[in-house]
């Protein structure tokens, strides 16, 4: 077995769920969103379910009438 470099240890990542992995990549994917913006919508919505569905009323806030 390879052992990581030292301080290389990390911690395994919380399992997701198929749905919030599918909202994951339709933020990704989203129009005028990019890694920026996808890192503060995670960061502030907690979930990428949580953060697509404030993506309608957030564009909106910045003047887009469609979405």
Do not use: N, V
Not at 2 to 16: F, K, L, M, N, V
Not at 33 to 56: K, N, Q, V
Request: hydrophobic letters at 35%.
């Amino acid at each position: 077995m390879i052992q990581p470099p030292s301080g290389a240890e990390t911690s395994p990542q919380p399992r997701i769920s198929e749905d919030d992995r599918i909202a994951r990549l339709q933020l990704l994917r989203s129009p005028r969103d990019g890694p920026a913006t996808y890192r503060r919508l995670m960061a502030a919505h907690g979930t990428a379910i949580e953060a697509l569905s404030a993506l309608p009323d957030l564009a909106c806030s910045k003047g887009l009438k469609s979405y």
